[in-house]
């Protein structure tokens, strides 16, 4: 059974930057494109970033272009969502997962969920 694990995440003033990493067992990530998804309280899941399984192709909501960018590293069947700059709309539970596509239904595995919280 696929499983997507999560590390990162934090509590972090406005300006500062994180590194989410998703990792899987079994090796999934490295053939299939991954996105990453938040969700903040109240609100539905949106797509954040996604990245093609090469890696060659990235996509950004506009909210985070030139500050966040998604990362793979197939050797270790891990993918990374580095977030700089970071700002307290930003804040919520971030997913990573295995799909294609902008909508959560365009995806089959998810990782567990990892909580950003940054404070202005």
């Known amino acids: 059974q696929v499983q997507l694990v999560q590390s990162g995440g934090g509590l972090v003033q406005a300006g500062a930057s994180l590194r989410l990493s998703c990792a899987a067992s079994g090796r999934i990530l490295n053939s299939h494109a991954v996105g990453w998804f938040r969700q903040a309280p109240g609100k539905a899941r949106e797509f954040v970033a996604g990245i093609a399984w090469s890696g060659l192709n990235t996509f950004y909501t506009n909210s985070v272009k030139d500050r966040f960018t998604?990362?793979?590293?197939?050797?270790?069947?891990?993918?990374?969502?580095?977030?700089?700059?970071?700002?307290?709309?930003?804040?919520?539970?971030?997913?990573?997962?295995?799909?294609?596509?902008?909508?959560?239904?365009?995806?089959?595995?998810?990782?567990?969920?990892?909580?950003v919280t940054v404070s202005s």
């Not at 580095?82 to 365009?106: F, H, I, W």
């Open 70 to 115: 998604v990362l793979r590293d197939n050797a270790k069947d891990t993918v990374y969502l580095q977030m700089n700059s970071l700002k307290p709309e930003d804040t919520g539970v971030y997913y990573c997962a295995v799909g294609r596509g902008s909508r959560p239904d365009g995806y089959d595995y998810w990782g567990q969920g990892t909580q």
